[in-house]
Nanobody, 122 residues
């Protein structure tokens, strides 16, 4: 059974940092990309970042380029999203998801986690 469990969300002041983690199990880790998405109240879900399983290639949404960094620890089957210089508009529920790289970037992932809340506020 595929499981994706997010952690690391919380309340942070503008300009602060958080690191989200997505622990994965139940599938062949090496074959799938892992992506991060977010959904703010009243808004559609949007892609944030994605990392390939094969070559470690990455994709970032323009809104987070230069501030967020995605990485993966294959020994721990975990993907991280380091978020720096956070802004109030980054407030959302953040989800991780898995599937083929291009599908994940397009928001068409095969499996999704339950999400973790990130709130950026003073």
């Amino acid at each position: 059974q595929v499981q994706l469990v997010e952690s690391g969300g919380g309340l942070v002041q503008p300009g602060g940092s958080l690191r989200l983690a997505c622990a994965a199990s139940g599938f062949t880790w090496d074959y799938y990309a892992i992506g991060w998405f977010r959904q703010a109240p009243g808004k559609e879900r949007e892609g944030v970042s994605c990392i390939s399983s094969s070559d470690g290639g990455t994709w970032y949404a323009d809104a987070v380029k230069g501030r967020f960094t995605i990485s993966r620890d294959n020994a721990k089957n975990t993907v991280y999203l380091q978020m720096n210089s956070l802004k109030p508009e980054d407030t959302a529920v953040y989800y991780c998801a898995t599937g083929p790289f291009r599908a994940v970037v397009a928001g068409l992932a095969d499996y999704w986690g339950q999400g973790t809340q990130v709130t950026v506020s003073s």
